[in-house]
């Protein structure tokens, strides 16, 4: 299918040797892009119940309208990030993008559960977008300017689930169901011009033949993990469809191993991910990454639920997004001294510092959530170490690995966040089967549940702390630069 070739950059492309401006104008065209891609995962939350209305289907059907995304997103990062290394990287992104773009008009055009199914399972591949734009970032910047530029599109992740909570309800509520695709649709032609006009092909890949049975093999185990995950509550621990799903996940991962050790061109290099620093800092970042999917999750949740319940404040929908913006404005304005922090004291102290941030401000909001301003106080403060945590995990990922990687090294990390999210998502319905307060046809978490959810997230947040605390000194701690 390709041919091996390495392609040479020229001076223009070196990091540091194109104009300010146009870096600057490639620096948000990609963190608008990664905005984007994050923003399709909250999108349509708010909005499910009446998803299910206009397609005619039930509620348990409109959840695989999430489950979907989150399985082709799960399957495809580390695929497209991989197949970014050898082939080009700015090509994949304008292939993630054109994905996204295709999977939204299908959707808007089709407004059937079928259709939904498909464009919402292509909108899932868009996830590669952060990993391979940070790469970018970091091929076609200098040093100095590198480390907040990749903070800023590390904090897309944060910021864009923020904003699709908020945007759900406003298109939905006044232009209807479709306008949610639509809107990412040309949204992401935007972003495909953007990208086409100000940001050049960069490094020098790899080439060589795709491991195809790999990826398909692969694609089959995350596939079942995430449904273990996602789907264990609602099919039962001990029924025959989840033991089914298991067995086959077990059994497509000791397939898959061996024929990844010997694969010159593995989709994972499994000897680079399980050296120690780089499988510490994908642990550490399993462990942060439920703050801030926790912190969307449990927000929305408590000022949504009655008065009634014990913890809730009753607001609708679009308050309840507006509660986020708060958070995602700090996530941006912290972007720049997460670059400066990470310049100075490099990734490690970075992460620990901003999980610790996390596991701190849970814990507030475990002692004070009965009011909205303490709600909203606690989300902000929860953003806060997002940002911090989220702009060093890809900084400690390259400074692991080595520059012909790093695009698909930050994928495994970004695969990492997803099973996190997955995680979060499935303890959360746990908690609430097991917590629940019905109130107007719906179940909310009690008191009791709320306030065990933000010991566990507190403790999940502490424990990444503690593993960024261990993790070995980088290049850029011991000599004070930007890796």
């Not at 939350?45 to 206009?54: E, F, G, N, Q």
């Not at 449904?227 to 609602?234: E, F, P, Q, T, W």
């Not at 495994?412 to 109130?439: E, M, Q, Y």
Request: charged content about 10%.
């Amino acid at each position: 299918m390709f041919t091996k070739v390495t392609e040479t950059i020229g001076n223009h492309n070196m990091p540091g040797n194109r104009p300010l401006s146009a870096q600057g104008l490639a620096i948000a065209i990609l963190a608008a892009t990664g905005m984007l891609t994050s923003l399709q995962f909250t999108l349509v939350v708010p909005s499910l119940p009446a998803m299910a209305t206009s397609l005619d289907i039930s509620t348990n059907d409109a959840a695989w309208l999430i489950t979907i995304t989150l399985l082709t997103a799960t399957a495809g990062t580390p695929i497209l990030t991989r197949m970014a290394d050898m082939y080009g990287r700015r090509r994949l992104l304008l292939i993630s993008l054109t994905l996204l773009v295709l999977g939204s008009v299908i959707a808007a055009l089709g407004m059937t559960f079928p259709t939904a199914l498909i464009g919402r399972a292509l909108q899932g591949f868009a996830t590669s977008i952060i990993p391979i734009g940070i790469s970018l970032l970091r091929d076609q910047l200098s040093p100095e300017r590198a480390s907040s530029a990749i903070a800023l599109m590390s904090a897309t992740l944060g910021m864009g689930s923020a904003a699709g909570l908020l945007l759900s309800g406003l298109l939905s509520q006044n232009l209807g169901i479709a306008a949610l695709f639509w809107f990412s649709a040309i949204a992401g032609t935007i972003a495909s011009i953007g990208v086409l006009l100000t940001v050049s092909e960069s490094g020098a890949h790899t080439g060589g033949r795709f491991d195809l049975v790999g990826a398909m093999i692969l694609t089959i185990a995350l596939t079942c993990i995430l449904l273990v995950i996602s789907k264990g509550l609602v099919w039962g621990w001990t029924s025959g469809r989840f033991l089914s799903v298991a067995a086959v996940g077990i059994v497509a991962l000791i397939v898959w191993v061996p024929l990844q050790l010997r694969h010159p061109n593995a989709v994972i290099d499994l000897r680079t991910s399980f050296r120690r620093p780089v499988l510490q800092t994908n642990l550490a970042t399993f462990f942060a990454a439920a703050g801030m999917f926790g912190n969307h999750l449990l927000t929305v949740h408590e000022v949504q639920a009655p008065v009634g319940t014990g913890a809730g404040l009753a607001l609708s929908p679009i308050n309840a997004g507006l509660t986020m913006i708060p958070a995602a404005i700090a996530m941006v304005a912290l972007a720049p001294v997460a670059g400066l922090l990470l310049k100075r004291f490099g990734g490690r102290p970075v992460l620990a510092l901003g999980s610790l941030i996390m596991s701190l401000s849970f814990v507030f909001r475990l002692l004070t959530h009965d009011e909205l301003t303490t709600v909203m106080t606690g989300a902000t403060l929860v953003g806060v170490g997002t940002a911090l945590s989220f702009a060093a995990m890809p900084t400690l990922i390259m400074s692991y690995v080595p520059p012909t990687e790093s695009a698909s090294a930050n994928g495994i990390n970004s695969l990492v966040r997803s099973l996190s999210g997955a995680a979060a998502s499935a303890v959360f319905a746990l908690l609430v089967s097991v917590f629940a307060v019905s109130a107007g046809g719906a179940e909310f978490l009690s008191d009791t549940g709320l306030t065990i959810a933000y010991t566990v997230i507190a403790a999940s947040c502490g424990i990444a702390a503690l593993l960024a605390i261990l993790l070995p000194s980088t290049r850029s701690e011991s000599g004070n630069v930007a890796t």
